[in-house]
């Protein structure tokens, strides 16, 4: 299989504009936490594009991770495994850079960000898994394999 071809690619795209959109209907619709921003909003976004495309380029890498074959081969369990460990190692960084809407951290909002950041880029990762289900890529054989012939 190849690991970086069309698959990889599409499903780069597809869960980085999921998970943005995701992003800004929790943080901008549901929270307003994008009233707290000190700079112009469509610096932060344009960056927070960005960004998801670099999440999305993490967890496409960890799905196709063999250290997850453990967990299983099903795309449908694979993405959202992938997407929760994701998400909480972007959480985690996040926070030890001290990146955060709020200026008081609490024990509360702490959960409730890390939860939802596994939640989010756990949906992030079952799009991952559909692209990988339904975006065909044909069979990938290294080229020192294709000459086999010619070895002894």
Same mark, same amino acid.
């Given at each position: 299989?190849?690991? &970086?071809?069309?698959?990889? $690619?599409? =499903?780069?795209? +597809?869960? %980085?504009?999921? /998970?943005? #959109?995701?992003?800004?209907?929790?943080?901008?619709?549901?929270?307003?936490d994008?009233?707290?921003?000190? &700079?112009?909003?469509?610096? $932060?976004l =344009?960056?927070? +594009?960005? %960004?998801?495309? /670099?999440? #999305?380029?993490?967890l496409?890498?960890?799905?196709?991770a063999?250290?997850?074959?453990?967990?299983?081969?099903?795309?449908?369990?694979?993405?959202?495994?992938?997407?929760?460990?994701?998400?909480?190692?972007?959480?985690?960084?996040?926070?030890?850079?001290?990146?955060?809407?709020?200026k008081?951290?609490e024990?509360?909002?702490?959960?409730?960000?890390?939860?939802?950041?596994?939640?989010?880029?756990?949906?992030?990762?079952?799009?991952?898994?559909?692209?990988?289900?339904?975006?065909?890529?044909?069979?990938?054989?290294?080229?020192?394999?294709e000459?086999h012939?010619?070895?002894?």
């Amino acid at each position: 299989m190849r690991k &970086y071809g069309k698959r990889y $690619f599409i =499903s780069l795209l +597809a869960s %980085a504009i999921v /998970m943005y #959109g995701l992003s800004y209907c929790w943080h901008g619709l549901f929270l307003n936490d994008y009233q707290l921003i000190q &700079y112009p909003l469509g610096i $932060f976004l =344009s960056a927070a +594009a960005v %960004a998801y495309l /670099m999440i #999305g380029a993490v967890l496409g890498r960890l799905f196709i991770a063999p250290q997850l074959d453990r967990v299983g081969r099903h795309p449908l369990l694979r993405g959202p495994v992938a997407g929760v460990i994701t998400g909480v190692a972007v959480y985690v960084l996040a926070l030890v850079i001290g990146v955060t809407y709020n200026k008081e951290l609490e024990l509360k909002f702490i959960v409730m960000d890390i939860v939802w950041q596994a939640i989010e880029q756990a949906i992030g990762g079952f799009i991952t898994g559909l692209v990988y289900m339904f975006v065909y890529e044909p069979f990938y054989v290294p080229q020192e394999v294709e000459h086999h012939e010619d070895l002894p």
